[in-house]
């Protein structure tokens, strides 16, 4: 069963700083990473996914694939308040109906 | 954006009892999955189902039977819940295309005392 590892586990920033998280794969087989964002008391829902080497930008946040090493990267420029959250990162095989997760980035923008 | 929804949102019951979950979903998405989440092990899949009579084991079955009666509607089953199994569940949903996102309902706090 893989492993999807996060880090790190909190991360505190200024508002208007830059938040960078980080998620690894165990799984060579892995073919497609998803970042999912869950405010305080709600459900997750999806923010950004990548499955080509290189990275992918939408508006403030940008993300990165080095598919060699299975790390993906989150990246939020001119953090919000509104962007604290828990920022799960999910890998896929088998064309991505079964989801792995990790344990998730808590994000924390200081105002 | 799909919609799914979850019953009850929450739910205390005792050691041994038995427990269902429901989740229903309206954009007739053919996969849907049932997670746990648990601080220090995230989103955990329990099973998921990609059409009504299907049932696909996932990575923390034991204790959970699940059933997909049909294309709407998915049910968690916990015949003789222990405390172990106070969690937060969700259910999602996902259209039929390969790497489609999931979507997901508001969540059931269960309390197993």
């Known amino acids: 069963q893989q492993k999807v590892q996060q880090s790190p586990e909190s991360l505190i920033v200024p508002e208007g700083g830059m938040a960078s998280l980080n998620c690894t794969s165990s799984?060579?087989?892995?073919?497609y990473f998803w970042w999912y964002r869950q405010h305080s008391g709600k459900s997750p829902k999806m923010l950004m996914?990548?499955?080509?080497?290189g990275e992918k930008e939408e508006g403030r946040f940008t993300v990165h694939l080095n598919k060699a090493s299975l790390h993906t990267s989150l990246h939020i420029r001119d953090s919000q308040p509104s962007d604290s959250a828990l920022y799960l990162c999910?890998?896929?095989?088998?064309?991505?109906?079964?989801?792995?997760f990790g344990t998730g980035t808590s994000l924390l923008v200081d105002p | 954006e799909a919609a799914v929804t979850q019953s009850p949102r929450n739910k205390v019951t005792v050691t041994g009892g038995n427990v269902t979950l429901s989740c229903r979903q309206t954009?007739?998405?053919?996969?849907m999955y049932w997670y746990r989440q648990d601080t220090g092990h995230g989103l955990r899949l329990i099973h998921y189902?990609?059409?009504?009579?299907?049932?696909q084991i996932g990575d923390v079955p034991d204790g959970y039977k699940a059933t997909r009666t049909t294309q709407e509607d998915f049910f968690l089953l916990l015949e003789l819940a222990s405390p172990s199994q106070t969690s937060l569940y969700f259910c999602?949903?996902?259209?039929?295309?390969?790497?489609?996102?999931?979507?997901f309902g508001p969540g059931t706090r269960l309390t197993v005392l």
């Open positions: 999602a949903s996902s259209d039929l295309g390969v790497y489609a996102e999931q979507f």
């Open positions: 799984d060579r087989n892995v073919d």
């Open positions: 996914s990548i499955f080509s080497n």
């Open positions: 999910a890998a896929s095989i088998d064309m991505g109906y079964k989801l792995t």
């Open positions: 954009n007739s998405h053919n996969y």
């Open positions: 189902s990609y059409g009504a009579g299907n049932l």
